[in-house]
C-alpha cells in the first residue's frame, strides 16, 4: 500500500493510530480470524472488536470472507510505503520529459511478459513478439520475466547548459504471473550505458486495486508499484532521497548527445530475478509516465 501526505490518506494513518488495531493487524498477520476469536485474543466485546474491524477496512488493510457462517477478517497489506513531497532546487531551470512506458527503443524479454492498455492487453501476453507491436505506444503497462527494454530521452541541453542534477522517476514492481506480494526482484536502471544501480523491489502487488488502474484489469494481476526516484548529482547517486552509489554526473557521457538512453533490466546473475513491471499514465497509484529532470545552470 502507498501512503502520501494527504487528505486521501488520513484513513489509513487513522487506523494505525490505536494500540487495538495495532493488536488485531499483528493476529491477523498470522491467522484468518473469526470476530469471536480476535475478541479472545484482545480481550473486548465482539461489538467494539467490529468497530475496530470496520476502521481497518475502511483503510484498505483488512478484507472480509464468509467461511460457512462465520464471517473472517484477513490481512490484505503486506507493507506500507509512506510518500513526502520532494524538495526541488528552484536556483536550477529545469528540462523535464515523460515517456511512455510503451514507447521503448530496444527490448530483449522472457515470459511471462506482455503489455496493457487502457481497454485491453495489447496483442498476446507471454508471447514477446507483441513487443514490437505498433501499438505499443499505446501500453499504460508493461512487464517481463528476464532481459530488458530500454528508453530513449530527449537531451534539450545546450552548449552553454551547464548539467547540476538528473531526476529519473517511475512506477516500478516486480513480475509473477497473476501476482505474489512477497516476491523480491532486482531491478537494475542505467543510463547512458552506466549502471546506476540496482533498487530490490519486495513484490508485485494486488492486495489492493491500483488508484489508476483501468477497470477491465482483473483484482488478481499487478495493481500498482512503487514510485522511485533515482537522482544523479555531481558527487553521487541517490534512490528517494538517499545515498545509493558512486555514480555522478561526471560518469554520464551526455555532452553532444541528442539522447539519453535508459534500461531497465533482470541481469543474469541478479540474486533475486522476480521481473518487472513499469506502470505508466492510467495505471497503478501515480498517473505519469517515466519522468526525466534535467537540472541545469
Known sequence: MDLDISKDSL?????????????????LSE???????????????????????????????????????????????????????????????VYETQVPVGQYTSYSVTPSCGLAGSSDYIGKVDNPSYFM?????????????????EYQFPNYLEETDKLEMLDLSMELGSEFPFSNNVWP???TVSINNVEIGTWTSPGDFSDTRGKYT??????????????????????????DGQPFTDVSINDLDWHHQPTFTVKFAIKDDAVHRGGCTIFGQGFGNYDQDIQMKLFHS
Not at 487506523?15 to 493488536?23: E, G
Open 11 to 27: 484513513k489509513a494513518y487513522k487506523a494505525l493510530a490505536s494500540d487495538v488495531r495495532i493488536q488485531i493487524i499483528q493476529e
Open 31 to 93: 491467522h484468518r480470524l473469526s470476530v469471536q476469536e480476535l475478541s479472545e485474543k484482545v480481550h473486548l466485546s465482539s461489538t467494539i472488536v467490529l468497530m475496530h474491524l470496520k476502521k481497518l477496512a475502511d483503510a484498505g488493510i483488512i478484507g472480509f470472507e464468509r467461511h460457512g457462517h462465520s464471517k473472517v477478517s484477513y490481512l490484505k497489506v503486506d507493507n506500507i510505503n509512506i510518500h513526502f513531497p520532494k524538495s526541488i532546487f528552484p536556483a536550477f531551470e
Open 133 to 149: 507491436s505498433p501499438d505499443r505506444i499505446k501500453a499504460g503497462m508493461i512487464w517481463w520475466n528476464n532481459g530488458f527494454v
Open 185 to 187: 526482484s532486482d531491478i
Open 214 to 239: 483501468p477497470d477491465w484489469v482483473p483484482d488478481n494481476v499487478n495493481q500498482y508499484g512503487i514510485l522511485k526516484t533515482f537522482r544523479v548529482t555531481d558527487h553521487g547517486s541517490y534512490l
